[in-house]
């Protein structure tokens, strides 16, 4: 599944196909091109047997070419929805010029088409360079998984292939961030992680000058 609505919380997210999501007036569209990452999250359903053969997320046919989501989103007229985000089962930036030139081809057609990033806040490390200034009149927000409040246990939960300096280049990615795209927040989930990390966690982002969102868990 390539382009969908998500319905339901984290923890209890359900995906709909784009094709099956009715009205799409003023809903969030999310957009899967990549099920690479150079993470393999404890809490990640990317690398189970299970998501390889039920979940509708695993692009089982391979990525799509920019062409073939182009030939979704003509379908539908993207000036009603609130937001269009970039995420899915992998980061989206592995694929960085892709995903920028959809953003491209769409901002042609919608130039008001507000558009997000969900990330690891990795792509720095995956390209070598900073890429942050790719992102400027492309993202209005960039929202990057926290996922710990240091660099050991970012490590222990992610399982980043960039090893210990992963956490401190997220850091480092969320201020670079800032300079070109509007919105930065940093996330992390409620209840996942216990109130006295998510406070070490808002500390961390005042001080980076990024708000904190703690995302709701519901079971
Ligand atoms: S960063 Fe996201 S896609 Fe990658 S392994 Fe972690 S949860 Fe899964």
């Known amino acids: 599944m390539v382009v969908y609505t998500v319905t339901g919380n984290v923890g209890q997210a359900g995906y709909l196909d784009i094709a099956n999501s009715g009205d799409i007036t003023g809903k969030n569209i999310y957009v899967n091109m990549t099920n690479r990452c150079p993470c393999s999250c ?4 990317r ?3 299970k998501m390889m053969e039920g979940n509708s997320l695993w692009l089982r046919g391979g990525e799509p070419s920019v062409e073939g989501v182009m030939s979704i989103f003509d379908k539908y007229d993207l000036s009603v ?3 269009l985000v970039f995420c899915g089962y992998g980061e989206p930036l592995e694929r960085l010029h892709d995903v920028c030139k959809v953003i491209d081809l769409l901002h042609g057609k919608y130039p008001k088409l507000k558009v997000r990033l969900n990330t690891n806040g990795l792509a720095n490390l995956i390209h070598g360079r900073d890429v942050t200034p790719d992102l400027e009149g ?3 927000t960039v929202s990057i998984s926290m996922n710990a409040p240091d660099a ?4 222990e939960l992610t399982r980043s292939r960039f090893g210990i300096q992963s956490f401190d280049a ?3 990615f969320a201020v670079l961030a800032k300079e070109h795209v509007p919105n930065v927040v940093m996330t ?3 209840k996942v992680m216990p109130e006295e990390k998510i406070e070490r966690c808002r500390k961390i982002c005042e001080e980076l000058g990024v708000t904190l969102r703690v995302r709701p868990f519901e079971n």
């Not at 050991?152 to 490590?155: A, V």
């Open 42 to 45: 404890v809490f990640c359903l």
């Open 47 to 49: 690398q189970t047997k």
């Open 81 to 83: 929805i609130n937001e």
């Open 138 to 140: 492309r993202f209005n």
């Open 152 to 155: 050991e246990e970012f490590l």
């Open 170 to 172: 997220v850091k480092e």
């Open 188 to 190: 992390v989930v409620e």
